[in-house]
């Protein structure tokens, strides 16, 4: 009986309440894509120091830094 009347309310909420629910949904996907990318770009940065002090090569270097530009732009 629970069960079928809060299945009810949810589908009146999402008639009622459609595009709220809906920027709601897609600002937190921005937000959380955001948020993550800062975070790998910070661990990329941290690892990106630590592998030049241990030996990376020029190539595994430069490729490394395009990997931060793209993360960095994706945070953008």
Known sequence: ?????????Y????RLFE????EAFFL???EGQS???SKLRVQMEYKKT?????GM???QAVGYDRCV????????
């Open 1 to 9: 009986m629970f069960r079928m009347f809060r299945e009810l309310r």
């Open 28 to 30: 937190g996907i921005r």
């Open 50 to 54: 630590r592998s030049r002090e241990l």
């Open 35 to 37: 948020r993550q990318a």
């Open 19 to 22: 595009r709220e629910l809906d």
């Open 57 to 59: 090569t020029k190539t």
């Open 11 to 14: 589908k009146i909420a999402d």
């Open 69 to 76: 530009e793209v993360v960095t732009d994706a945070i953008k």
